[in-house]
């Protein structure tokens, strides 16, 4: 029921920008915690960004100051804006809703779209 659609990726030279979108559907994104995670090949998933449902975020000290995550409510979208890209930011972006109720905890994933940076 839970889905998230990730896409926006591709290929851009350093210094360059890009915008990830996470289409959601079967939950409402202003509802839940929202979070973009990164893999590069050979090492482990790493904490990108969070957005949480009253509005406040946190970022990796790798990327504060470049990346933006923000969310659209009527579209029931989240997005991460990357500027100034670099080469370690290449890497699979995938979305992540962290789904909350009085008796679980869930975490749901898209299936991720490939971000590479090279001139």
């Known amino acids: 029921q839970v889905r998230l659609v990730e896409s926006g990726g591709g290929l851009v030279q350093p210094g360059g920008s890009l915008r990830l979108s996470c289409i959601a559907s079967?939950?409402?994104?202003?509802?839940?915690?929202m979070g973009w995670f990164r893999q590069a090949p050979g090492k482990q998933r790493e904490l990108v960004a969070t957005?949480?449902?009253?509005?406040?975020?946190n970022y990796a000290d790798s990327v504060k100051g470049r990346f933006t995550i923000s969310r659209d409510n009527a579209k029931n979208t989240v997005y991460l804006q990357m500027n100034s890209l670099k080469p370690d930011d290449t890497a699979a972006y995938y979305c992540n809703a962290d789904i909350r109720t009085l008796g679980s905890r869930e975490n749901y994933w898209g299936q991720g779209t490939q971000v590479t940076v090279s001139s």
């Open positions: 957005l949480t449902t009253g509005g406040s975020t």
């Open positions: 079967g939950i409402v994104v202003g509802f839940h915690d």
